[in-house]
């Protein structure tokens, strides 16, 4: 057992750090550019029943410390992520992926999370409830405690895997979310996703993004994420992913002092290619630095 | 841009992938940041440019106090120096046209997939307008070397913008401006003197209303290159996604030049 190593909901992972989905594809354009064995693992792209070409061009729009997208998660559909993706996958990770599923119905989380499920490749199934219900007057899953434990009950019910529910921050109480999803059996949390943001271009006088709104992230989001983080972590019994705008090794400590048992990193895979590398290359001497002797129970004091 | 909106037949929605890439991360140093016009600059930066295996490629360039990076075509590469030339629109170029010699950036080289030159046949044609001209060098100084008699036009709005003419004739294209005021050259677009012209293949680059116009004007078969708000600008983010006849792309990774037979316009 290494000196980074940590365990997520039963599955022992040599580090902390877990690129987060959507910042990462499936992996190859970092594989080419070093040894993704080197992460705890990582979650891939967001993955839907039907394949989706997502959203309008500009997707993306930039902030102060951050960034706004509105993708609209491009997929080619679970199929090809099975027969195509993970086969690809397999030559360059050895080790167990995330699957990172999103639905707009509970009947497609729980197709999609059935197939994945029975991969082998998959170690972890996220699930990502802040997609909004077509059957629900297009209000978000995450949005309510009810929402999120339906569709965590019905996944629940057809796989074997770790679930992970991923929660949204844009509700009014994320901590009953959290307790909802426990209650309905998920196997862990991880948290936040993207804020709701928008901006304008005061020249053209038009939202920057075709979709008006998207995903804020960056580390300009960072103490949103390190305090909702800490919430959940504290009022829920199972395992918390922790991310929002990590991108050093010190704040991979933070969050874990938050009462994360591991963390995930988006938006900083995109300005710097290597930052999960760079961010697990650094852990120890950040360790060393603070005397931390483990990443495991990493509690605030 | 690019359709996204109409489109049927298509299996995937998934790139279709370039499978290789080139990408490399370093840190490069100013050797001299001057301005061409009033607002459009030229940038040496000498550094590792083996990434930088084509003409049409772009860069992504880290500015301190900006979250994303920013993409900016190769204008010339030789010797370990690559020249950029840019136009300050916002924030990003702001800060670089501000920048001296000295000063170290940190650059992600060798993005996207460039011109292919082995199409153009013995009298290629090569039209930039405004700062799409930058990218039109390096393809021509390219184009030159392999023997092919290249003509060149050069599109801006006015006379003050003009950039880069002498050094084109340099290489030896005939070389043609056209300025939408007449203050220069040949009043009009860069279409109206590709009306007259004969050319065995075309390539193109600059604001979208002008490729869709040399789209529409082009008698034979030809190259584009596409710009769009990227996030990452290598593949990772699907920001910069568009649909094309065979398929869905990333402009970044297996864009930035397009094949005139795959474009899909926006209706």
């Known amino acids: ?301 | 841009m690019l359709s996204i909106c109409t489109g049927q037949g298509f299996e995937s929605f998934y790139p279709v992938r370039k499978e290789e890439t080139n990408m490399k991360q370093s840190i490069f140093t100013i050797k001299e940041n001057v301005a061409l016009t009033s607002n459009v600059y030229r940038m040496l930066l000498e550094g590792d440019t083996s990434a930088v295996t084509n003409c049409g490629q772009f860069v992504n360039i880290k500015l301190d106090g900006l979250f994303l990076r920013r993409p900016i075509s190769v204008c010339d590469c030789e010797d370990g120096i690559l020249t950029l030339i840019y136009k300050v629109v916002g924030k990003g170029t702001e800060l670089m046209s501000s920048m001296g010699a000295g000063e170290k950036l940190d650059v992600l080289t060798g993005l996207g997939n460039g011109y292919d030159t082995s199409l153009s046949g013995n009298s290629p044609l090569l039209l930039g307008g405004g700062v799409g001209v930058p990218p039109m060098y390096m393809l021509c100084k390219k184009l030159i070397a392999e023997g092919k008699q290249v003509s060149v036009i050069l599109g801006f709005n006015t006379k003050d913008e003009i950039f880069y003419e002498d050094e084109f004739r340099a290489l030896g294209a005939k070389v043609t401006v056209t300025t939408v005021d007449g203050s220069y050259g040949v009043k009009g677009f860069v279409t109206d003197v590709m009306k007259e012209s004969d050319y065995s293949y075309f390539y193109t680059c600059g604001p979208e209303p002008m490729l869709k116009a040399v789209y529409r004007t082009s008698v034979t078969e030809g190259q584009f290159s596409f710009e769009e708000r990227m996030g990452c600008g290598f593949g990772a983010c699907m920001g910069c996604s568009c649909k094309t006849i065979t398929g869905y792309k990333r402009i970044c990774k297996e864009g930035p030049v397009m094949k005139k037979e795959e474009i899909l316009w926006e209706s």
């Open chain 1, 1 to 301: 057992m290494g000196k980074l190593s940590v365990d997520l909901c039963g599955l022992e992972l040599d580090n902390p750090v877990i690129p987060a989905s959507g910042t990462f594809g499936f992996g190859y354009e970092f594989a080419e550019l070093y040894d993704i064995n080197m992460l705890g693992t990582f979650s891939f792209k967001g993955t839907t029943k039907e394949a989706r070409f997502g959203n309008p061009t500009p997707r993306i729009a930039e902030t102060p410390n951050g960034m706004i997208n509105a993708v609209g998660l491009q997929n080619p559909g679970v199929e090809r992520v099975i027969s195509e993706e993970l086969p690809k996958l397999a030559k360059c990770f050895d080790k167990k992926v995330m699957a990172n599923v999103s639905g707009f119905s509970v009947e497609e989380y729980v197709y999609t999370c059935e197939k994945l499920d029975k991969c082998p490749q998959v170690g972890w199934i996220e699930v990502n409830i802040s997609c909004p219900n077509v059957h629900g007057g297009g209000m978000a899953f995450g949005t309510t405690p009810e929402g999120a434990a339906e569709v965590t009950r019905a996944v629940k019910a057809v796989t074997t895997k770790p679930i992970i529910i991923k929660l949204s921050p844009n509700v009014t109480d994320i901590v009953a979310i959290a307790k909802a999803c426990e209650a309905a059996g998920a196997d862990g949390i991880s948290l936040i996703n993207t804020l709701l943001g928008m901006r304008i271009d005061i020249r053209t006088r038009k939202p920057v993004i075709a979709n008006k709104m998207g995903g804020f992230s960056g580390s300009a989001i960072f103490p949103v994420a390190v305090r909702m983080v800490y919430q959940v972590s504290h009022a829920v019994s199972i395992p918390v992913v922790g991310m929002g705008g990590v991108s050093s090794a010190e704040d991979v400590i933070e969050m874990l002092m938050a009462g994360a048992v591991a963390v995930e990193v988006g938006a900083a895979n995109l300005v710097d290619p290597y930052a999960c590398k760079n961010i697990i290359e650094d852990l120890p001497r950040v360790m060393e630095k603070y005397r931390i002797e483990s990443l495991r129970d990493l509690k605030i004091q």
